[in-house]
Structures are given as C-alpha cells and as structure tokens.
C-alpha cells in the first residue's frame, strides 16, 4: 500500500525546489503526460523531466488541495508567474510501485463572462 | 454517513436529464457556485437553479470519473454543445446532511501549444 498523497506532496514540493532528483523519484520511467488543451503528449520519465526543468519564467507553486480516491489523485494548485497566478488541475494514475504513471494536466485561463446572466452573478471574494 | 459519490453522480444524471427537481435536492439552501476564470459567484439555490435550466444551448454531458475524499469530491465531466466537446472539472463541498454546499467549476479551454517544446510532444490520441 502506497500513499498517493504523500507522492503527490513529494511530486509539487520537488517542483518548487527544482529538486529534479526527487521529482524523477516519484514518476515511472513510462509516465505519460497529457495536457488536452493543446492536445500535447509527453511519453516518458526523460521527455517529462526535460520539460518540467525548461518551463520557462519565475514560476513558483502552492497546493491548495489533494484528493485521492483509490488508484487516482487530483490537485488544485495555484501558479505564480512573473506576478500572475493561475490555477492549475492535474489528475495523476498510478503504477503499482506507486510511482505517478499518468498525469492529466488542465489550465483554465481568466475568460470574459458572457452575457445575460448578472442578474444571478456577484464577484467571487 | 453519506455517499457523496451517490451525491456528485445524482447532480449530473439530473442535469443531464434536465430533471430540476431532483437537481434542486442535491443542493444546500446557501449553496455558493465560484468560477474563478471569470470571478462569478452565483449564491443560493434558486439563483444555481435558474444558472443551470436557463445555460443557452443544446449541451450533453457524461462524466468521465468522479473522486471522493472525505468531505470533498471532484468530477471530470465531457460537455458537447453543437458538436464541440469540452472538459469541466467541479470540485464540490458538501454541508453535515450531505448535500452540496460548495461549487468550485474550471472550464479549461483549448489554446495554442507554446513553441520550443516540439521536440518533446507528441500530438495526444
């Protein structure tokens, strides 16, 4: 019995340190990154590495929740860049050493609310 | 003990279903909707109800997978209006009678794969 959510802490946490070591520690040599925005795949442990460590800008990370329910997680986290936050959901799949085999990333970018509907809205505090 | 598994599956069945009655007992009186892409809050029910029966087009969704921890759960839904098929992902907050008190919807949209990591990717399948 792995603990999903220890590695998920261990995964995000490493990031921010740029504590490549560690974040290699936790994936599969297969793992397989999917970002369905831009229909992106990323197959392998190298690849994955790579692009995690030449993401450009000053990003830094903060967790703001992690769920995990059997074999899958999610986590909500909120990303920093150059004064500009943006939140960020990835689902993660694991293998059976427990290391992160998939990860299904989403980032929702700000759009403008479309019409007809402020007589139900007020701004999110 | 409530299943909120149970809980997140009613809301989108009934959603589906455009059966608002049912819709309607899933949800807290106060339940509070946050979209923080466009910083809307929708507060209380009938405000949530009138939001859902109202949302223009001819939309259909199924729900990819649903994740329950403690007293939080998130689904990943597809939605297809006119063709097009999108991703929501909800997180959901629930009050002591199990009903949902807290919506939390990302609706990420597709974009332009940012250029100098080719080398990487692959197109998604």
New interface residues.
């Given amino acids: 019995m792995t603990d999903h959510h220890a590695t998920v802490t261990t995964y995000w946490a490493s990031a921010e340190a740029r504590d490549w070591d560690t974040f290699a520690s936790v994936l599969a040599d297969d793992v397989r990154y999917?970002?369905?925005?831009?229909?992106?795949?990323?197959?392998g442990r190298d690849?994955?590495l790579?692009?995690n460590r030449?993401y450009?800008g000053d990003w830094h990370l903060a967790v703001a929740?992690?769920?995990?329910?059997g074999d899958?997680?999610?986590s909500?986290v909120a990303f920093t860049v150059d004064g500009a936050t943006q939140?960020a959901?990835t689902?993660f799949g694991f293998a059976a050493d427990g290391r992160i085999a998939t990860v299904l990333d989403?980032?929702?970018?700000?759009?403008?609310?479309p019409p007809?509907?402020a007589h139900?809205?007020?701004?999110?505090?």
């Fill in positions: 999917d970002l369905p925005q831009t229909h992106e795949r990323i197959a690849h994955y790579t692009f030449e450009p929740e992690v769920l995990v329910d899958r997680a999610v909500r939140q959901v689902f989403f980032w929702p970018e700000p759009y403008e609310a007809g509907r139900l809205t007020e701004p999110m505090t």
